[in-house]
């Protein structure tokens, strides 16, 4: 085959896949991303379609009541996690430990393909919101006792601290997460360089 | 209605709800999020199904080879960020504003959605261990400098940076952006408490 004859094919090929990667990005942002039928619900829980309807408009509803439930449980563990009597910073220590050991073994689970869901979702923001403001309460309380830097507002450092810990879900041992807390609360501590 | 009755009817509804969610939870970790299918793919492309099963066996390896596509795009714009005769913290730094920049603007379109749903995927795990490896290189460079904390793993010190870097896709300016780097380098930097 002459060269120029392949090239065109190849050219051809890429211009194919490409296509075909764009509409599926195209698709996935028009239409969300839940595979899950309200039918393929009902069976697996074992009810009717019709009741599940009377409890749920869609699948996307199930999703977001499921990461509400998820969100309260969490911040239940994060509340227990606190000893009132302790300074801000060693309150903020506490939870954050507890929400990176939530994410290590809800990684293991599904919890975190799930959660990737929900960010479409207006009821699931609110959720996660409670979980920031509770976070960004105790950072706000420490940098005022002076234990936190001041450069950076405490909605955006509770922002980076929830983002920074979701990497407890890809780590392999405990140890590691402990180090990856660590690593985090450096990041909040005040540091001109 | 006696109390006990209204109690039991809610505890049943209650019961409802949870198996729904349960149920959806099961369904996502068996069969995945991908809601897409190839005959919306080939429709969307304006190509024939038939041609598009030549290229991929299904939709996921659609998605999987338009995140290896995003990655390699990344990584170039990446490695254009880095002055070679600077140093390796400036050029972490570089690498680092620029991947949270790629993460700001991403996340206004579907990359944050999409690039949840690639955990499963063995392929975009590669994709995603040669971007850690990229920074994890650099970051081990600038660990024997003596410009970094050298009582964690640079794997760890990588994972950590990566994950509070896509904070930068959900704050609203681009000056939070310049912070969380600021932020994320601060928990990089030696720091014994």
């Known amino acids: 085959m ?4 392949t090239e065109t094919i190849d050219a051809h090929r890429a211009a194919v896949r490409d296509a075909a990667m764009d509409a599926m990005a195209a698709l996935v ?9 309200m039918s393929q619900i009902a069976q697996q829980a074992g009810i009717g379609r019709a009741t599940l309807y009377k409890y749920f408009p869609d699948a996307q509803a199930v999703l977001t009541a499921w990461h509400e439930r998820q969100i309260t449980t969490h911040l239940d563990q994060l509340t227990a996690a ?15 430990h507890t929400y990176a050991h939530i994410q290590h073994h809800s990684a293991r689970h599904h919890g975190g393909e799930l959660a990737a869901l929900l960010h479409r979702s207006e009821h699931v923001d609110r959720a996660q919101q409670r979980l920031r403001g509770f976070v960004q309460d105790l950072i706000a309380e420490a940098v005022r006792d002076g234990d936190l830097r001041d450069d950076v507002a405490t909605d955006e450092l509770a922002t980076y601290c929830l983002h920074a810990l979701t990497a407890a879900g890809t780590v392999p041992r405990p140890e590691a997460v402990q180090r990856l807390v660590t690593v985090t609360l450096a990041g ?5 360089r």
């Open 82 to 96: 606190v000893d009132p009597a302790a300074p801000a910073i060693a309150r903020l220590e506490a939870v954050l």
């Open 2 to 5: 002459p060269k120029l004859w």
């Open 188 to 192: 909040l501590t005040a540091r001109r």
């Open 29 to 37: 942002a028009t239409h969300g991303l839940v595979a899950v039928t």
